[in-house]
């Protein structure tokens, strides 16, 4: 052990022993303790996986060791890992992720990847909308894999707008999208012109507000509330949505739409076909875990 400090493979012990006491509690969600762990000790030493490992005598100064313990505590007592580290990936880019909007999901990837097939069926220079952007995470990479297009992202929070501008930033997007804020898209009138968007892409708030409390704890109590809490049924921001959301698209326009699946998916069928007089249902698709996730229209005229 080199004099006058730890080295990686005694860092990753340390922290591995943390993750591995607190991963008996399910609500933690702490599936493999040893994997955050090493995510943990890279973070600090700035070093690849393959690098401790290969490596586990580098030197390991007392001021990093500190660190890793207290970033191994921070994630034992339930933070998000992708808070610890300051960033998580999205289609594999790299995002800003802080207790400002939700960290992005591996199901909102199929969102993104279905938007992303109708923009490219195109002829080019399609301008979309993103309601319930949060981190930006759908507009930004629609962005970046279109770029003759042209967004606008709005959020009824003010902290989740300022990091999506900081992603945008980041991702070199900035200049390509108009991010508001708003919680009612009639309020986007005199910023949007009508029938003017070729595609409108939301991933609004869809728990119910009875089940909050009994998310993850890495959840409920890291993630913004306003981002989760959907109403009553998880159905009210839809229903603030859908009726509104066609004004601004074109003839033909796409609206995807992800859901909390299950019964939500009939009841937002509901609020649809309250307005099925400007938009077709073209069905719902599955996410990876194969649950009806995700919710497409047309707009009709």
Known sequence: MPRGGRNAGYARTVASGVL?????????SISDPFL???????HVLALSRAAIHAHPETRVSPRDLTRVAELA???AAGEPMAHILGSTLFRGRPFIANGSALIPRTETEVLAAMADEFLKSLPGDAVFADWCTGSGCIAITLLEDNPDCFAYAADSSGDALELAKK???ARGVGDRIKFFQSADPAEAA???PLKS????VS???YIPTRDIDALEVQVRDYEPAEALDGGPDGLGVYRILLPVLPRFMKRGAALFM??????????IESIGAEISKNLEYYGVSRDHCGIDRFMQWRKLA
Do not use: F, Y
């Not at 591995?20 to 933690?28: E, N, R």
């Not at 955050?36 to 890279?42: F, G, L, N, Q, S």
């Not at 992800?258 to 009841?267: A, D, F, P, S």
């Open 20 to 28: 591995m006491a607190a991963s008996a509690d399910p609500s933690l």
């Open 36 to 42: 955050e762990a090493d995510r943990i000790v890279c």
């Open 73 to 75: 505590a921070r994630r």
């Open 167 to 169: 992603n945008a930033a």
């Open 190 to 192: 005199s910023l949007i």
């Open 197 to 200: 968007l070729d595609m409108i």
């Open 203 to 205: 991933n609004p708030p």
């Open 258 to 267: 992800e859901t909390g699946g299950g019964r939500q998916i009939g009841g």
